[in-house]
């Protein structure tokens, strides 16, 4: 079983920052893939970032510029630094990886609120 642990939501200012932390219980290279989705409520979840394994990257045209998705191998962590960020990035943030059986795993979770 893949365990996933969040960290680093907060409540933060229009145009400040923040780094989520996404800690995993085995190897990175076990997995196709980790990435970073969000969720406000009634509406579906969405695709922030991705780290595919071989290090390429895919971001949302929303976060373009603004975010950044890195890993660090020696830790098994990814992480998604936000900066200018906007009160529409307010959301639920979730830490996403799937295995070689394509069986898909989630994080419990982290909001994130942009707020004057």
């Known amino acids: 079983q893949v365990q996933l642990v969040e960290s680093g939501g907060g409540l933060v200012q229009p145009g400040g920052s923040l780094r989520l932390s996404c800690a995993t219980s085995?190897?990175?290279?076990?997995?196709?893939?980790m990435a970073w989705y969000r969720q406000v409520p009634a509406k579906e979840r969405e695709l922030v970032a991705i780290i595919r394994k071989f290090g390429t990257t895919t971001y949302a045209d929303s976060v373009k510029g603004r975010f950044t998705i890195s890993r660090d191998i020696t830790t098994n962590t990814v992480y998604l630094q936000m900066n200018s960020l906007k009160p529409e990035d307010t959301a639920v943030y979730y830490c996403?990886?799937?295995?070689?059986?394509?069986?898909?795993?989630w994080g419990q979770g982290t909001q994130v609120t942009v707020s004057a």
């Open positions: 085995k190897n990175i290279f076990s997995f196709s893939h």
């Open positions: 996403n990886t799937r295995d070689d059986n394509n069986v898909d795993y």
